[in-house]
């Protein structure tokens, strides 16, 4: 069936390095992706976003890419910091129910001082 | 920082009992939801709705119910708690509109835990 799924459940990276959070997705209609961040506690928080027309977005510290080729989406960090030791989930629109938004089960990020 | 505010962070009851978990946002958002999570795995929709007086069902089967009676306030309810209901319910909304390139990224309260003894 559609699922949103990630390649690791865990990673822990050196604090400096870059980190790289991978994500597959099934749905090849879909064409809003999005990748969350929740820390212990709280709700996710938005990172970063990117429509299907793109194949790869930058933020502050944070890249996201997109091959639509082979339905991956991938989250890059750059210079880990231990702040960003969380939960990180791809989320993605399907095109067919714009209200609805599938989450993946999350790559948890430990960041080693 | 979002404005989406649930209550309580934490509850703690005994079966049987009927349960409201509050979630109201001040920014206006036509569209709310209700995500269910549990301990370290992905978030499951149980709930959506797209403006006042509307309610839909998730893709996540649930005994709960919800409300819309105002934009900024989308209480789920639970009838009769059991302790499979155990679980962190997460709310959220978002500004959306309607066709395509108009999805728009959710704002997340803090979520309620919940434990059904």
């Known amino acids: 069936g559609e699922s949103v799924g990630l390649h690791l459940p865990t990673l822990s990276v050196q604090e400096g390095d870059n980190s790289i959070i991978n994500c597959a997705y099934s749905?090849?209609?879909?064409?809003?992706f999005i990748w969350y961040k929740q820390e212990s506690g709280k709700g996710p928080q938005f990172i970063i976003d990117?429509?299907?027309?793109?194949d790869k977005r930058q933020g502050q510290r944070v890249t996201v890419l997109l091959n639509k080729t082979v339905k991956h989406l991938s989250l890059q960090i750059a210079a880990t910091q231990p702040g960003d030791s969380a939960v990180y989930f791809c989320?993605?629109?399907?095109?067919?129910?714009?209200?609805?938004?599938?989450f993946g089960p999350g790559t948890s990020l430990s960041v080693i001082p | 920082e979002a404005d989406i505010y649930q209550t309580p962070r934490y509850l703690v009851i005994g079966t049987g009992k009927k349960i409201t978990l509050e979630c109201s946002q001040t920014?206006?958002?036509?569209?709310m939801y209700w995500y269910q999570q549990d301990p370290g795995m992905e978030l499951h929709l149980i709930h959506y709705s797209y403006g006042v007086n509307s309610t839909e069902k998730g893709d996540l089967s649930s005994e709960s119910t919800v409300s819309r009676i105002r934009t900024e306030h989308f209480p789920l309810t639970l009838e009769s708690a059991r302790p499979s209901h155990t679980s962190q319910y997460l709310c959220?909304?978002?500004?959306?509109?309607?066709?395509?390139?108009?999805?728009?990224?959710?704002?997340f309260g803090s979520g309620t835990q919940l434990s059904v003894l």
């Open positions: 749905n090849s209609a879909s064409d809003y």
């Open positions: 989320a993605e629109n399907m095109e067919t129910s714009y209200d609805k938004v599938i």
């Open positions: 920014m206006g958002h036509d569209k």
């Open positions: 990117i429509r299907s027309n793109m």
């Open positions: 959220a909304s978002s500004r959306g509109g309607w066709g395509p390139a108009t999805n728009e990224k959710l704002f």
